[in-house]
C-alpha cells in the first residue's frame, strides 16, 4: 500500500471517530437561574443594555503635567471605584499604546446615552479635557455585571 492510500485510510478512519464521538458526547445543560437573571438586569438571552464608552486623548492632555496630572489622574481612579460602587459602572480599564489616541474604556450599566453621558463628567480627566469620551449603546451579556466582584477577589493590589 502507497503512503499516501495507507494516510488517506488513517484520516477517514480518524474522522469517523471523531463523528460518533461527538455525536455521543452532549453539552451539559446549565440550569437557568431566574434569581440571578433578574439581579442582573437579563433578558431572556442573558443580555442587557449598556453604553460603551471609549476614552480619547483629549485637547488638553498635554497642559497638566507632575503634581497637577498625578491629582487629576487619582481623582480619575477615585471616580472610577465610587461609579463601580454605586452599580453605575460594569466595567473599566486603560488601552495599550495605539495609534488611534484610545485611552480607556468604560462601561456603564445604564441605558441611555444622556445618563452615561451625566456619569463621564462626574470624571476630573474628562472635566480637564485631558480624556474626551465617545459613547455609543451596546447590547452584551448581563454577566458583566459580575466582573467587579470577581475581580475584587482576584486583586492583590489596589491603583
Not at 85 to 101: C, S, T, V, W, Y
Amino acid at each position: 500500500m502507497s503512503i499516501w492510500k495507507a494516510f488517506s485510510v488513517t484520516l477517514v478512519l480518524l474522522l469517523g471517530v471523531c463523528v460518533a464521538i461527538s455525536q455521543t458526547t452532549k453539552p451539559k445543560k446549565v440550569k437557568f437561574d431566574a434569581k440571578l437573571a433578574q439581579s442582573l438586569g437579563a433578558d431572556d438571552y442573558g443580555m442587557r443594555n449598556y453604553i460603551f464608552c471609549i476614552l480619547k486623548t483629549g485637547p488638553n492632555d498635554g497642559n497638566y503635567k507632575g503634581k497637577e496630572r498625578d491629582n487629576l489622574f487619582a481623582g480619575h481612579f477615585a471616580n472610577i471605584q465610587r461609579l463601580a460602587e454605586i452599580g453605575k459602572l460594569a466595567l473599566a480599564g486603560p488601552f495599550g499604546k495605539n495609534d488611534r489616541n484610545y485611552r480607556g474604556l468604560f462601561i456603564f450599566s445604564v441605558s441611555t446615552i444622556e445618563e452615561a453621558e451625566q456619569l463621564v463628567q462626574t470624571d476630573p480627566t474628562v472635566k480637564a479635557g485631558v480624556l474626551v469620551p465617545e459613547l455609543t449603546p451596546w447590547y452584551g451579556t448581563a454577566a458583566v455585571m459580575r466582573v467587579g466582584a470577581v475581580h475584587k477577589k482576584i486583586q492583590k493590589k489596589q491603583f
